[in-house]
């Protein structure tokens, strides 16, 4: 039996639950019932609603990338990553996932571009590193107010910056397909049942391009579940005049297309790493840059 105010060292929610039912959040918080732990699960035998669902609890996603739970504020779960010296809400184990550290630049200055925003984990990182100006898209509104809470949390509000937008190949108005709801992790990827619809504003590679040249951006981090196969249209001229790039790629066909284009454009893979048999996050570096 785990009684209000038992410190527990991980209780991670599904995502699609946290959006459907947030009633659950405040089930786990304040003690309702007992919780009784299975080898890597949480399990709730008495729910609020008719399903019984399991909640993961993982002591290795997230402590081997250095994040630590340490408590609870307005229904969020707070994590701290000591060695960065970061805190991060968020309702799930989302952003957990990926070691940071090894793609975002140690020493950053002037503007960097994060496309898919998530949370705000990498964009407070971003900060936190150097940069001064860190430009955020982000096209689902639950995760445009993480962001901005997270920003809040780190003290690093007044370097970042929020567009509530898609990336994609045109500006205007989209609709984003999903197998999955707004606020989980693979939201914007469907194969064939895309059971949720959200019409967000779009920004165009272009505009975004452009307008980081103009700020003298020297990095972008691209994980927009999907988005990247836009910027195969984009000319190699204007791609290569940010120096450094982190893109994740979806697909098999979309990795090997964007390294290559990448590799036209002056960059050579500078690593990666491999999540799932389709997922990819490789970074690249311009030749020369320093």
């Not at 309702?32 to 002591?59: D, M, Q, W, Y």
Request: glycine share 8%; charged share 25%.
């Amino acid at each position: 039996m785990l009684h209000i105010g038992t410190r527990v060292k991980k209780i991670f929610l599904p995502a699609k639950y946290c959006m459907r039912y947030p009633s659950a959040i405040n089930y786990i918080l304040f003690g309702k019932g007992k919780i009784k732990i299975k080898k890597n699960a949480v399990r709730l035998p008495r729910l609020p609603f008719k399903k019984r669902i399991t909640f993961v609890s993982s002591e290795e996603l997230g402590q081997k990338n250095g994040w630590h739970f340490i408590g609870i504020r307005n229904g969020l779960f707070l994590f701290e990553n000591a060695e960065e010296g970061l805190v991060l809400a968020q309702p799930h184990h989302g952003a957990l996932g990926e070691n940071l550290t090894w793609w975002i630049p140690k020493h950053g200055k002037g503007t960097a571009i994060d496309i898919g925003g998530y949370f705000g984990e990498t964009a407070v990182l971003l900060a936190k590193r150097g940069f001064e100006n860190v430009v955020v898209y982000e096209p689902v509104p639950e995760n445009v107010q993480l962001i901005a809470l997270n920003a809040q949390l780190n003290k690093m509000a007044s370097r970042i910056r929020v567009v509530h937008a898609a990336v994609c190949n045109i500006d205007g108005t989209i609709e984003i397909e999903s197998s999955s709801p707004p606020g989980s992790v693979s939201f914007g990827l469907h194969k064939g049942d895309a059971k949720y619809k959200l019409e967000v504003s779009a920004v165009s590679w272009n505009s975004v391009l452009n307008n980081a040249v103009k700020q003298d951006c020297t990095f972008i981090k691209v994980d927009c579940e999907g988005c990247e196969k836009y910027l195969l249209d984009i000319p190699d001229e204007l791609v290569a005049k940010i120096p450094y790039w982190v893109i994740e790629t979806h697909t098999k066909e979309l990795e090997k297309e964007i390294t290559s284009k990448m590799l036209r454009a002056g960059f050579m893979t500078d690593g990666q790493k491999r999540f799932t048999q389709d997922i990819t996050l490789i970074r690249f570096v311009k030749e020369g840059a320093s």
